[in-house]
């Protein structure tokens, strides 16, 4: 099946970042492409991309980037699918540099922007976008979200029952706090 999910970032050091995505993707069982696009480094690779990416059958971008972070808003100036930026953590700022970058968009070029690293609700609203007009996607995400709401109905009612110290207590346990 051709890819309706087009991943890419602006250097491999975003990988590490944007495999959560790519983990939600395979878990809800989305193709998808995965690549390496530099606004900077390679603005041809970027236009070129950008310009295709619909007629490969792609519905939805995501990208991450990090530091002046231009990918996601360049390519939101080039192509009318939707666009959702991932900023990446930086040293320098943390990632605050790159939020901005992502976020400050002029009118008529929106991106929409996740928190820093949070590649994995970048991939989740990607499948709710592409759920619109597929049916199968989007009974699945409806299982993934009963399922947190499962999951966080079992953990109150193990914090009522159990009481706040030995939930901390079995939480230190299993390394999760």
Same mark, same amino acid.
């Given at each position: 099946?051709?890819p309706? /999910?087009?991943?890419?970032? @602006?250097?491999?050091?975003? $990988? !590490?970042? &944007?495999?959560q995505?790519a983990?939600? =993707?395979?878990?809800?069982?989305?193709?998808?492409?995965?690549?390496?696009?530099s606004?900077?480094?390679?603005?041809?690779?970027?236009?070129q991309?950008?310009?295709?990416?619909?007629?490969?059958?792609?519905?939805? /971008?995501?990208?991450g980037? @990090?530091g002046?972070?231009h $990918? !996601?808003? &360049?390519v939101?100036?080039?192509?009318? =699918?939707?666009?959702?930026?991932?900023?990446i953590?930086?040293?320098?700022?943390q990632?605050?540099?790159?939020l901005?970058?992502?976020?400050?968009?002029?009118?008529?070029?929106p991106?929409?922007?996740?928190?820093?690293?949070?590649?994995?609700?970048?991939?989740?609203?990607?499948?709710?976008?592409?759920g619109?007009?597929?049916?199968?996607?989007?009974?699945?995400?409806?299982?993934?979200?009963?399922?947190l709401?499962?999951?966080?109905?079992?953990?109150?009612?193990?914090?009522?029952?159990?009481?706040?110290?030995?939930?901390?207590?079995?939480?230190e346990?299993?390394n999760?706090?």
């Amino acid at each position: 099946m051709n890819p309706i /999910i087009g991943m890419i970032m @602006g250097s491999d050091s975003d $990988l !590490p970042v &944007m495999q959560q995505a790519a983990k939600v =993707l395979d878990y809800f069982q989305i193709p998808y492409e995965c690549t390496i696009v530099s606004a900077h480094r390679t603005p041809d690779r970027l236009y070129q991309y950008s310009k295709e990416a619909e007629k490969r059958g792609v519905k939805v /971008i995501v990208a991450g980037a @990090g530091g002046a972070a231009h $990918l !996601p808003g &360049m390519v939101a100036s080039i192509t009318t =699918l939707p666009v959702i930026g991932v900023p990446i953590k930086t040293s320098t700022l943390q990632g605050v540099d790159s939020l901005y970058s992502i976020v400050q968009m002029p009118p008529g070029i929106p991106v929409a922007t996740m928190a820093i690293n949070g590649s994995k609700n970048a991939a989740l609203l990607a499948a709710q976008i592409v759920g619109i007009e597929n049916q199968e996607i989007r009974e699945k995400v409806r299982q993934y979200k009963n399922e947190l709401a499962k999951s966080v109905e079992e953990k109150a009612t193990r914090l009522e029952e159990k009481g706040y110290e030995a939930y901390l207590l079995n939480m230190e346990k299993n390394n999760i706090v």
